[in-house]
């Protein structure tokens, strides 16, 4: 059923502009990211890290999360509309099952961008004229932030299907991507839910992940979403149909 | 359209559109202010806000626009309700009606934020008083580029029913002005598209910091305003708001 689920899921999403944006997004930070590292270049003497700290300055704190907010709000939101939530919870489908394929469909989402965000690392890095490029580090990188990901995910899905309307949802997921650089900075970005993911990135943060906390930040991101994956699914459950 | 504003009160009663507003500014204050600064920085301190608030402005105000337009238009196509208005009222005066009433919360917020921000300097303790000239320069400059950008996010909120299409446009918008900023060495890039005309407008320099001594010799001076953006920047607002009306008029509903 829940792969039922996840292909009606993939249809709601077909020719929906939130691909177009899936993919222009991430080329602005790499396209001005690297052209800030080539005129700097003297000063960010680091190679594939300065590059790094030049494409993911802001957009981890703040554009990463709004878009994740978007993907969350744009999935509930064909539910919203026209009372769907009513022929949703009518369907022969445990409501959790619901919850957990946008749940699903959003990570993957979110993995995508975080591929696309690689990729595009990767090829201004050798536009950039650098070589050998920490394919490990990269890969890292990415699986951490789609695990610290997928935490935020996990809150905005719970928020957008509780709350009716588009924007509230992007302007908490925004503000929670602010209150995770404050949490960063206090040195606390390893325990706030929206600090994982720029953590887990080694985004330019104030705070960074060592080898030796990777254990312990695998452990907080999946208690994380578990807690708030298996919240959803009871709200979902008990849920009126109005 | 009087009536019209009155009814744009009215349908926003208990949906906390102001409230929303009222709390990403206060987001936008707490982010900036409860931080350390050294002596120099409270020495310098009038002058460092006029530095480096234009950009903070460039990431919260055009995402303060994308919310409240969102919210405000959303309530008519929720409910299908523009084609109901359209019959009774001018379209051109529901266009007018909203934007006005959007733009009175949008300016309420950016004079908030400028009030708190010499609030905040006096609280801080910086050295001496505001320049009230250059404070007042700065309020004009960063009015501007956030009605056009609101301007431009009000349309695209009322013609489209999907807002997804918003929140992308406007983001992908927001992002190119932030980073724009980062590029001094290509200032077209900042007058190239309205979000980044924060920065085009922005008109205090920061001179002879350095790594290792930081603020100690540092010092912020004016350098000058660039009216040919500012110019350009009032011809577009009134481009947008032209072709986005006479679009939103001609729109099948």
Redesign the interface.
């Known amino acids: 059923m829940l792969l039922k689920l996840l292909n009606a899921e993939r249809m709601k999403l077909k020719r929906s502009p939130v691909w177009l944006a899936f993919l222009i997004m991430p080329i602005i930070p790499a396209a001005l990211g690297t052209a800030n590292y080539l005129y700097q270049k003297e000063v960010l003497t680091r190679e594939w890290l300065s590059l790094w700290t030049q494409h993911t300055l802001f957009t981890d704190y703040f554009f990463l999360p709004i878009t994740l907010g978007i993907y969350c709000a744009y999935i509930m939101r064909s539910e919203h509309m026209n009372n769907n939530w009513n022929k949703v919870f009518t369907i022969p489908a445990r409501r959790s099952s619901v919850f957990s394929a946008k749940l699903i469909t959003a990570t993957l989402m979110l993995l995508f961008s975080m591929i696309w965000i690689c990729a595009l690392f990767v090829i201004s890095g050798y536009i950039a004229g650098l070589t050998n490029p920490p394919w490990l580090t990269v890969a890292r990188w990415c699986a951490f932030g789609t695990l610290g990901g997928m935490v935020t995910v996990s809150i905005q899905i719970l928020i957008s299907m509780n709350v009716k309307s588009f924007a509230l949802p992007v302007g908490i997921s925004f503000a929670g991507g602010l209150s995770g650089l404050v949490f960063l900075a206090k040195n606390m970005g390893h325990i706030w839910p929206y600090s994982l993911m720029s953590y887990g990135m080694n985004a330019n943060a104030p705070q960074e992940l060592a080898q030796s906390g990777c254990g312990q930040f695998i452990l907080i991101c999946v208690l994380y979403t578990a807690f708030f994956t298996i919240t959803g699914g009871v709200i979902a459950a008990r849920r009126d149909i109005s | 359209m009087i009536k019209l504003l009155k009814c744009e009160f009215m349908k926003t009663r208990r949906r906390y559109v102001f409230v929303?507003a009222l709390?990403?500014t206060a987001?936008m204050l707490a982010?900036i202010y409860p931080r350390h600064r050294s002596a120099d920085l409270l020495r310098l301190g009038w002058m460092a806000n006029l530095y480096e608030l234009p950009l903070i402005n460039s990431?919260f105000m055009p995402?303060l626009s994308?919310?409240v337009s969102?919210?405000l238009c959303?309530i008519e196509h929720?409910g299908a309700m523009l084609k109901q208005l359209a019959v009774t009222e001018k379209r051109g005066q529901i266009y007018d009606a909203k934007l006005l009433y959007g733009l009175a919360i949008m300016m309420f917020c950016v004079g908030l934020s400028w009030g708190m921000t010499i609030a905040f300097g006096y609280i801080a303790g910086f050295e001496g008083g505001p320049p009230i000239r250059l404070y007042l320069l700065y309020l004009l400059l960063t009015a501007a580029p956030t009605i056009a950008v609101y301007i431009f996010q009000h349309t695209l909120s009322l013609c489209f029913k999907?807002?997804?299409?918003t929140?992308?446009t406007g983001?992908?918008g927001?992002?190119?002005g932030?980073?724009?900023m980062?590029?001094p060495?290509?200032p077209w890039l900042r007058g190239s598209l309205i979000w980044g005309y924060y920065g085009a407008l922005s008109f205090v320099g920061l001179f002879d910091w350095s790594k290792d001594d930081r603020y100690k010799l540092a010092h912020f001076d004016v350098i000058g305003v660039d009216w040919k953006f500012f110019a350009a920047l009032i011809f577009i607002c009134a481009a947008i708001y032209i072709i986005g009306r006479e679009i939103f008029k001609r729109k099948e509903l």
Do not use: P
């Open positions: 929303t709390v990403i987001a982010w990431i995402l994308i919310i969102s919210r959303d929720k999907n807002q997804a299409v929140f992308f983001a992908i927001t992002f190119f932030t980073f724009s980062f590029l060495q290509l």
